[in-house]
């Protein structure tokens, strides 16, 4: 490492920008690499924050993405409990809230999103939580006891995997969703109706076509949640879910093009050579749909880290994937690929009431999306075609007789 090798500084340390520092050492990269984030500890995993960690706490599960000395030991600065301020394009500067100016030759900016808050009265009372961080599990996971009563606003992935674990640890759990039916922004109606009834079963009761106006409260902490049609849910605790928003004001402030995130292109890359945006924060293009658009995923995170790390260094750019993620609730493993963008057909495969099944998004025979419930060979080979852009025996795809390898011959 000399002085003129150039400078990479990554603004945020979750999964995104800690890959991101992992990977250019991996690839090579020899000069200096600076680490900002805003928590005071080192990058990990977010996801077990509401499934295994929140149930059976921090001996649960190893958070960090890597050992607290790696590091130093691979020369990255890592600088925690620092936020970035100010990004000047022109001279190649960040200005970070120690007042520091740091110079780059090239930025990453991996600044994640934020829980999006529930703009009513009562908001700020004790009790009222969020879960995005591991500051924010410790919370939520001191006020969920056997008999302690929940309320989580919103019903899609966060607040059903939380609701799954409070239960799980004795709980009383009501889901309060404004539409009328649980994952309408993520899932399909099969997959909502299949959850609805597995939580309920289960003891979870819930409020469909519900809008929170505002929190009641005694000795400023919350005791209830008001609703729109009049009706008071007593509750010990209450968290809000309803989505989040991309950290992308520096990048705006910079003049740097965004729209619901940091605009890319299939490098990360932004209009601005030198810089580059990944994870929750990018709106970045999926060509498989002709669209951009922003994912909040871990294997998003991942791939975006690889496309910016490998355009720092000249290395060839890792192949598309098919988007995808996972949630985990009781004994249920969904793992989803893709999106179901401009579908005109929808088939099930399997059985729901097996809790085994799985349901596929069509474009005429191109597959979009597949949501497998605990069957994980209709999500590898379903995420392989949506990959693929092949086309689909949809009669073959339909029946369960058919194993899913031979869809793909």
């Given amino acids: 490492m000399s002085r003129s090798d150039p400078h990479v500084l990554i603004l945020g340390a979750g999964h995104a920008g800690g890959t991101a520092a992992a990977l250019l050492r991996q690839y090579g990269f020899e000069g200096p690499i600076t680490l900002v984030g805003e928590e005071p500890i080192a990058p990990y995993h977010r996801p077990p924050l509401s499934k295994a960690w929140l149930r059976n706490g921090p001996g649960a599960v190893s958070l960090p993405l890597k050992p607290a000395e790696f590091y130093a ?35 990453i900016i991996a600044t994640g999103a934020r829980p999006v808050k529930l703009p009513v009265a009562g908001s700020n009372l004790a009790g009222v939580l969020e879960l995005r961080t591991v500051a924010d599990a410790e919370r939520l996971r001191a006020v969920i006891r056997y008999g302690q009563r929940l309320a989580v606003i919103g019903g899609g992935y966060i607040g059903l995997e939380v609701a799954a674990s409070a239960r799980a640890l004795g709980a009383e759990v009501v889901v309060i969703e404004r539409e009328a039916r649980l994952l309408a922004r993520v899932a399909g109606p099969e997959l909502s109706t299949f ?89 970045r293009p999926m060509p498989i749909y002709d669209r951009m658009f922003r994912m909040e995923s871990v294997p998003n995170a991942i791939e975006q880290a690889k496309q910016a790390a490998g355009a720092i260094v000249g290395r060839a750019p890792p192949p598309g ?84 390898k031979e869809l793909t011959a």
Wanted: net charge negative; charged share 25%; proline share 3%.
């Fill in 73 to 107: 030991g691979h020369g990255i600065d890592f600088r925690p409990g620092v936020r970035a301020e100010k990004l000047a394009r022109r001279a190649k500067t960040v200005t970070l809230s120690t007042g520091e100016i740091l110079t780059y030759n090239f930025l």
């Fill in 195 to 283: 959850f609805l009834d597995y939580h309920r079963k289960r003891g979870v009761s819930f409020e469909l076509g519900a809008t929170v106006t505002g929190f009641e409260g005694r000795d400023g902490h919350v005791t209830g949640v008001k609703l729109d049609d009049g009706r008071t849910i007593a509750c010990d605790a209450a968290l809000v879910g309803i989505g989040a928003t991309p950290n992308d004001e520096i990048a705006r402030e910079a003049g740097l093009d965004t729209a619901g995130g940091v605009i890319v292109d299939l490098e990360a890359r932004t209009a601005d050579p030198a810089i580059f945006a990944i994870g929750d924060v990018a709106r």
């Fill in 321 to 404: 994937e098919a988007p995808w993620q996972w949630s985990d609730q009781y004994d249920l493993k969904l793992q989803i690929a893709g999106y179901a963008f401009d579908v005109d057909r929808v088939l099930l495969r399997g059985d729901p009431d097996t809790a085994r099944f799985a349901v596929f998004h069509l474009k005429g025979d191109r597959l979009q999306s597949v949501e497998a419930v605990n069957s994980p060979q209709e999500f590898v080979i379903g995420r392989q075609l949506i990959a693929s852009r092949k086309a689909v025996d949809v009669e073959k795809l339909a029946d369960p007789a058919t194993t899913m």
